[in-house]
C-alpha cells in the first residue's frame, strides 16, 4: 500500500514538474525513447529588447484636447451600447447627457468658426457667390456681362462643330437646343452628318469625310468647339445637353482662368487635315 502511494506520489511530481518546464525542455527530457543518456545543452533564456524611453511617454505626446476628446468619444460610445441594451431611465439619461455635451461643442465651434470667416475673407465663400439679394443680383449682372463678351468675341472666331446621323431620335432633340443656344450667342454651326441624311434644323449638312473618326467622336450627337483660323478644335458636349450646361462649358473652355482644371483636362486638337 505504501509503494502504491509512492507510485503515484512520484508520478504527480514527475507531471508537476513537466508542465512546469519550457516547451523547449519537454523535447529531450521526457523523450524517453532516446534514452537518459542524451546530454543536450538547455536552450539560452530569451532577452527582450528593452523598450525605448519615448514608448512610454507616447500617449503623453498628445495634446491635452486630443486626450479629452478620445475619453469623451469613449465614454459616450459606452453610455450609448448600454443605454442600447438595457433602456433604463438612468442609462438612457447618460446617454443623452453625451449627446447634449456634442452637440453643444459642436455649436461651439461654428460660433468660433464663423468669427475667423468674418476676420478673414479669404475663408468667405459668400465673396464669390453672394447669398444676399442685392449681392445676387450684381453677382448675376457682371456673370451676364461676362457671357455677352464672350460669346461676342467667340462669334467672331470660332464655330461648333455638330456632328450626327439622321436616325439619331437624340440628335433629333437636341439639335433644336443647339440651334437656340447658337441663335442666342451668335456662334455659327457646323453640322456634319455621318450618314449623309439631315435633320429639320440642319436639312442641309456637310458629309463626313474622317473627320469624325479623327476626333474620336463615336458617340452622337456631338459637339466641338473650333478656331478655323488657329486650327484648334475643343469638345464641348456628348450626347443631350441643356442650353444652360452648353453656356456653362463654352465659358469654361473659352475662359481657362475660369477654372484651373481645363487646361489639363480639356484636349485641344489640331483641324489641320479635318476640313471638308
Known amino acids: 500500500m505504501t509503494r502504491a502511494r509512492l507510485g503515484v506520489l512520484g508520478a504527480l511530481l514527475c507531471s508537476a514538474f513537466a508542465s512546469a518546464q519550457p516547451l523547449e525542455a519537454k523535447s529531450f527530457l521526457l523523450d524517453k525513447e532516446r534514452g537518459w543518456f542524451w546530454y543536450e545543452q538547455a536552450p539560452a533564456p530569451v532577452e527582450t529588447a528593452p523598450k525605448p524611453k519615448g514608448e512610454a511617454g507616447q500617449a503623453t505626446g498628445k495634446p491635452v484636447e486630443v486626450r479629452m476628446y478620445e475619453q469623451f468619444k469613449a465614454g459616450m460610445e459606452e453610455a450609448r451600447i448600454v443605454a442600447m441594451f438595457n433602456p433604463t431611465q438612468a442609462n438612457v439619461e447618460r446617454y443623452v447627457q453625451y449627446r447634449t455635451a456634442l452637440v453643444k461643442l459642436a455649436d461651439q465651434l461654428a460660433e468660433a468658426g464663423q468669427r475667423v470667416v468674418w476676420a478673414n475673407p479669404e475663408y468667405d465663400f459668400t465673396q464669390a457667390r453672394p447669398v444676399s439679394a442685392v449681392g445676387l443680383q450684381v453677382h448675376d449682372a457682371e456673370k451676364s456681362e461676362q457671357h455677352r463678351r464672350t460669346f461676342d468675341r467667340l462669334a467672331k472666331t470660332h464655330v461648333l462643330y455638330f456632328f450626327f446621323k439622321s436616325d439619331c431620335p437624340y440628335c ?69 445637353q441643356s442650353e444652360t450646361e452648353l453656356v456653362d462649358r463654352v465659358m469654361a473652355i473659352a475662359n481657362p482662368g475660369m477654372s484651373g482644371f481645363v487646361d489639363a483636362l480639356t484636349p485641344i486638337r489640331s483641324l489641320e487635315g479635318l476640313a471638308p
Not at 174 to 196: C, H, M, N, R
Open 172 to 240: 433629333h432633340a437636341f439639335a433644336p437646343v443647339l440651334l437656340g443656344f447658337s441663335q442666342a450667342t451668335g456662334i455659327k454651326i457646323f453640322p456634319v452628318s455621318l450618314d449623309g441624311g439631315g435633320l429639320p434644323e440642319f436639312p442641309q449638312p456637310h458629309k463626313d469625310h474622317g473627320q469624325a473618326a479623327a476626333l474620336g467622336a463615336t458617340t452622337v450627337p456631338a459637339v466641338y468647339l473650333a478656331n478655323p483660323l488657329t486650327h484648334e478644335i475643343t469638345p464641348v458636349a456628348f450626347g443631350i
